[in-house]
T-cell receptor, first 116, second 114 residues
């Protein structure tokens, strides 16, 4: 059974800092990994999607990397801003085939607070 | 584009009542999912569907039912509501095989069972 763990559970940083959020998974047979942002009381917004054949994806100040063999992904946020404050979740989609296809597994999330 | 639309956004039920959470997507996605999110917890998969007429159980299917008669719609039915079903429910969809498999979420439906 796939298990996804996010570390740290919460993070508080001053504005302007560069920071790293971690996501680890136990089964490396994945189709893709996706990072989401969730604001309080809102739905999830997709930030970055990394296919299993890719090593990283970038969007603006965000960079996500994937190391399938070690079961890890990191989300790097450059020059953090108060508007980045939210919960960040990673989710893993298993490879095609078998009974687990379609059953995404989410981490518990990292609550990020960026203070001015 | 509307994307993934869920209704209602809020609902209060009494124990034993039934209701249906509606979900529709206009992106012609083949996969659709229902998740629940409890406070301080991650998302847990209730049911998912790989296409019209095909559904399968996720991690926590007990107390729920789904159907997928069309590509666009994936309603979630709660029979005999219980306090343990108080949660925020999210519907999501993705285009798999023909697309990247990126997941798109609705805004959520907050359900309270009293």
């Amino acid at each position: 059974k796939q298990e996804v763990t996010q570390i740290p559970a919460a993070l508080s940083v001053p504005e302007g800092e560069n920071l790293v959020l971690n996501c680890s998974f136990t089964d490396s047979a994945i189709y893709n990994l996706q990072w989401f942002r969730q604001d309080p009381g809102k739905g999830l917004t997709s930030l970055l999607l990394i296919q299993s054949s890719q090593r990283e994806q970038t969007s603006g100040r965000l960079n996500a990397s994937l190391d399938k063999s070690s079961g890890r992904s990191t989300l790097y946020i450059a020059a953090s801003q108060p508007g980045d404050s939210a919960t960040y979740l990673c989710a893993v989609k298993p490879q095609a085939g078998g009974t687990s296809y379609g059953k995404l597994t989410f981490g518990q999330g990292t609550i990020l607070t960026v203070h001015p | 584009n509307a994307g993934v639309t869920q209704t209602p956004k809020f609902r209060i039920l009494k124990i034993g009542q039934s209701m249906t959470l509606q979900c529709t997507q206009d992106m012609n996605h083949n996969y659709m999912y229902w998740y629940r999110q409890d406070p301080g917890m991650g998302l847990k998969l209730i049911y998912y569907s790989v296409g019209a007429g095909i559904t399968d159980k996720g991690e926590v299917p007990n107390g729920y039912n789904v159907s997928r008669s069309t590509t666009e719609d994936f309603p979630l039915r709660l029979e005999l509501a219980a306090p343990s079903q108080t949660s925020v429910y999210f519907c999501a969809s993705s285009l798999v095989r023909q697309g990247t498999g990126e997941l798109f979420f609705g805004e959520g439906s907050r359900l309270t069972v009293l």
